[in-house]
């Protein structure tokens, strides 16, 4: 059923060209032509509304202008921005003309997922294979993905590099005019920080996080980096610094923005990155991290060098494939390993889609080239997209494949199109590049990856969406081996008797026992699954870890919760820890049972006031476990970070 879901007003950009102030917006779910826009200058009056288009150029009649638009939910932003300069009234371009943007101010609430409901959202959204279309047309679930907002002027301060790695990345560093917030200098703060967590403990103990930086929601700074930091015990936070994500040619105002604080001072979005981190921490005790980039559907990977940061692309492929979600990495041999999803287009009008391997060539790697690639599973017949289909081509979701539009048909409906078929032409359902994917119609989602008991390569286990199989692979020779862990009976096509394998965690423990903890989305239960040797044995049954019932419970309960997203799993002190999400209440849940037999005892982290539990990881240091895990809080404030817990 289609509905709308939007409490997001428009974000706008006003700029100065000239003797013109040039007005832009974009909506995370509206449309341009469901946008109004109106503007007054100084203390006048607002101009009549009328309908948005791209780049509105207004001449300039004061001092300051005021911009209001809103989208087709009545959500509505309002910036006000002072015209700097001399106002050039013979309508050329003024050399000290000033373009600044500035967010707006949404006067709806503005809640994060957590906030208004995140139960029902899971419920609709994470499985099932059988939903061949995603529900609610332009939802965002955690990550919003890439624009801009921010200013960027003055022609009177020189901006020289930064050195990467600090709190703004690769930002500017101003000269002169340092930022005075008395004068109405903008410090740029955090806001939404830390999702996507991947944790890992060097050496020396100590504790290296990466994630991803969202929004500052409250300032409607849409920002979408790579970010990473150290633990600091003494503060109990991670002192976040920009790794990725910042315009590299966007110029710093220092007397607009503090280019010593928080992106140097960068408020422009630039490319969407950060996305599903993986960190690992070598024996020098440098960090490096793989990651997803969003504008570029590209895996990335970036690593310090224990003085500044560097990154470079692994892999891209044509415009529309999307490769690098989900990315696991670990180091065999002292060199990066990642496996990773892929989907783009394939052959006769098909997608492919399925998990990828790149081994560097080195420890440390520099560029695409020191990177081989190799696929560790295809499936040749992945459902098409809108973006695969070339020329005037749509993407027919009843066969799954781009196929040409023809005539024939009276009249189609919308979000349908005129194609051949057996007994004529006929109008089918057409997917559009407008249709969420927080979770791809696909093979190969919620990658997960373990060193083997020897240390010499990677065991690899995934979800597939299309069949709700749960796999696992192991490379032998130089093939990989690739089974049914749980899901499917028989050999393929089998017997399609269940959807498992949703959020899979792999850990392989030293006897080379593959330990997978995963969700069975027909009864949402949290599973565990040993392969002995990791062999997949016939009649090998999944064991219940949590029914979705009160923490103590362990059996069906009438109370239930969605339980088992984002988990990780571990093994220490003889035991088999696996921590999870109860995405229902927003808690962090432990599940322990001794390795080897008895049963599962469980509990539920304490955070008040939070809507925790996501992305949780299980790191040892040498303060002992450590439970890290991402939260959220919505209301007046929105709010979001990484917490580190002793873990029970």
Not at 205 to 234: H, I, M, R, S
Not at 531 to 536: E, P
Request: glycine residues 12%; charged residues 20%; aromatic residues 8%.
């Amino acid at each position: 059923i289609p509905f709308t879901l939007d409490v997001d007003a428009p974000r706008v950009q006003v700029r100065r060209d000239g003797a013109r102030v040039s007005i832009k917006a974009v909506d995370d779910v509206a449309d341009d032509a469901e946008l109004r826009v109106r503007y007054a200058f100084d203390q006048g009056a607002f101009s009549p509304w009328e309908p948005y288009h791209d780049a509105i150029l207004v001449p300039i009649k004061g001092s300051k202008i005021t911009v209001e638009v809103s989208d087709g939910e009545e959500n509505i932003a309002t910036v006000s921005q002072p015209l700097r300069g001399k106002i050039d009234t013979t309508g050329q371009a003024a050399s000290e003309g000033c373009g600044c943007a500035v967010p707006g101010q949404n006067n709806s609430p503005s809640l994060p997922l957590g906030a208004f409901g995140v139960a029902g959202v899971l419920a609709l959204l994470r499985s099932r294979r059988r939903r061949l279309q995603e529900v609610a047309a332009g939802m965002t679930v955690l990550a919003i993905s890439g624009s801009w907002a921010g200013c960027s002027c003055s022609e009177e301060t020189k901006v020289e590099e930064q050195p990467t790695g600090g709190s703004g990345g690769a930002a500017g560093q101003p000269t002169t005019n340092p930022c005075n917030p008395d004068d109405g200098c903008t410090q740029l703060k955090p806001g939404l920080v830390g999702s996507y967590t991947s944790a890992a403990a060097a050496p020396d103990g100590t504790l290296w996080v990466a994630g991803y930086n969202e929004a500052d929601v409250d300032e409607g700074y849409p920002y979408g980096d790579l970010v990473v930091g150290k633990f600091n015990t003494e503060t109990g936070a991670v002192d976040w610094k920009t790794v990725d994500g910042t315009d590299p040619d966007e110029e710093v105002d220092p007397t607009l923005f503090d280019a010593e604080g928080w992106r140097g001072g960068k408020s422009e979005a630039g490319p969407d990155v950060g996305l599903w981190t993986s960190l690992v921490v070598g024996e020098d005790g440098n960090p490096s991290v793989a990651y997803y980039d969003v504008t570029n559907g590209a895996l990335k990977y970036a690593s310090w060098n224990g003085e500044s940061w560097s990154s470079h692309t692994v892999q891209q492929k044509a415009k529309g494939a999307q490769v690098g979600r989900y990315a696991k990495m670990n180091l065999v041999k002292g060199k990066p390993v990642i496996a990773f999803m892929f989907h783009e287009a394939g052959q006769g009008g098909a997608a492919i889609s399925g998990v990828r391997v790149a081994r560097a060539t080195s420890a440390t790697p520099g560029t695409t080239s020191d990177w081989a690639v190799e696929d560790v599973f295809v499936n040749a017949q992945t459902p098409c997209r809108a973006t695969f289909c070339e020329g005037s081509n749509k993407c027919n979701l009843t066969t799954g494949k781009c196929e040409a539009v023809v005539d024939g048909c009276s009249s189609c409906g919308s979000g349908e199109a005129c194609f051949a078929g057996a007994n004529g032409a006929g109008c089918q359902p057409i997917a559009s590049n407008s249709t969420p994917e927080a979770y791809p119609n696909a093979t190969g989602l919620y990658v997960a990856a373990s060193l083997n008991a020897a240390k010499s390569d990677i065991g690899v286990a995934f979800y597939d969406r299309l069949r709700g199989n749960l796999y696992v692979a192991r490379k032998s020779g130089n093939t990989w081996d690739v089974k049914i862990a749980d899901g499917q009976t028989g050999t393929d096509p089998g017997v399609d008797n269940g959807d498992v394998g949703i959020g899979a965690a792999l850990t392989i423990d030293d006897k080379d026992d593959w330990h997978l903890a995963y969700i069975n989305g027909l009864d949402e239960t949290l599973r565990y699954l040993l392969l002995k040797g990791g062999i997949v044995a016939d009649g090998q049954q999944s064991e219940v870890v949590d029914y979705g019932g009160p923490p103590g419970s362990n059996e069906p309960s009438a109370d239930k919760n969605l339980v088992g997203d984002d988990s990780s799993i571990q093994i220490a002190d003889n035991k088999i820890f696996i921590a999870y999400q109860n995405a229902t209440a927003g808690k962090l849940r432990v599940a322990v049972k001794p390795l080897g037999g008895g049963s599962w005892a469980r509990t539920e982290v304490k955070q008040d006031g939070k809507f925790a539990g996501f992305f949780s990881q299980q790191v040892a240091t040498g303060e002992g476990r450590k439970l890290i895990n991402f939260w959220r809080t919505g209301g007046a404030k929105v709010e979001g970070n990484v917490t580190v817990l002793d873990a029970p």
